[in-house]
T-cell receptor
Framework: EAQVTQNPRYLITVTGKKLTVTCSQN?????MSWYRQDPGLGLRQIYYSMNVEVTDKGDVPEGYKVSRKEKRNFPLILESPSPNQTSLYFC?????????????FGPGTRLTVL | QKEVEQNSGPLSVPEGAIASLNCTYSDRVSQSFFWYRQYSGKSPELIMS????GDKEDGRFTAQLNKASQYVSLLIRDSQPSDSATYLCAVGVRGTSYGKLTFGQGTILTVHP
């Protein structure tokens, strides 16, 4: 089954404790991206990757890191989480072709930072 | 002005009616436009994409793009209660090979029997 998976799905942590949210896709997509969704603010892009070893900032990259060492994986790293990073996070992947970028989203990770 | 704005909701329509969702964008050179549906507690799912001016139809859904007026709309014909969800408009930003997407804040649609 074609899918984007994220782990963990739910996470409660404390301020300053480094964490990684994993994202994996089995569709051989070049493109992957991370978003956060907050009430009243909609979906905001954190980072995206056009291919292996190619990453770029979205609208809200501060406090996050990413890496793309393999095509299928795109982990999101919070080196020192803070309460304002409490949010619902989505990973997405897409096949770039002819100027299109139709993305498929993972199930989401609900993160709470105390 | 926000880069991508959607008509404020919530929008309520009776079953069988046409639901009209609108989205305006500020970057005149944006080239790719998407509509996503998000059920409560679920992830967004792509329902329509449109890249050139005019209409694009897929079943009960029609996306309309007018680049001169910088708006994109989604029409849902014969609305069903199962269409009740939040609809997100997304616009591909120029100069980033469409890697950077900006989403609107979403419009909540309720279809009542």
């Amino acid at each position: 089954e074609a899918q984007v998976t994220q782990n963990p799905r739910y996470l409660i942590t404390v301020t300053g404790k480094k964490l990684t949210v994993t994202c994996s896709q089995n569709m051989n997509h070049e493109y992957m991206s991370w978003y956060r969704q907050d009430p009243g603010l909609g979906l905001r892009q954190i980072y995206y990757s056009m291919n292996v070893e190619v990453t770029d900032k979205g609208d809200v990259p501060e406090g996050y890191k990413v890496s793309r060492k393999e095509k299928r994986n795109f982990p999101l790293i919070l080196e020192s989480p803070s309460p304002n990073q409490t949010s619902l996070y989505f990973c997405a992947s897409g096949k770039l072709a002819g100027g299109s970028n139709e993305q498929f989203f993972g199930p989401g990770t609900r993160l709470t930072v105390l | 002005q926000k880069e991508v704005e959607q008509n404020s909701g919530p929008l309520s329509v009776p079953e069988g009616a046409i639901a009209s969702l609108n989205c305006t964008y500020s970057d005149r050179v944006s080239q790719s436009f998407f509509w996503y549906r998000q059920y409560s507690g679920k992830s967004p799912e792509l329902i329509m994409s449109i890249y050139s001016n005019g209409d694009k139809e897929d079943g009960r859904f029609t996306a309309q793009l007018n680049k001169a007026s910088q708006y994109v709309s989604l029409l849902i014909r014969d609305s069903q209660p199962s269409d009740s969800a939040t609809y997100l408009c997304a616009v591909g930003v120029r100069g980033t090979s469409y890697g950077k997407l900006t989403f609107g804040q979403g419009t909540i649609l309720t279809v009542h029997p």
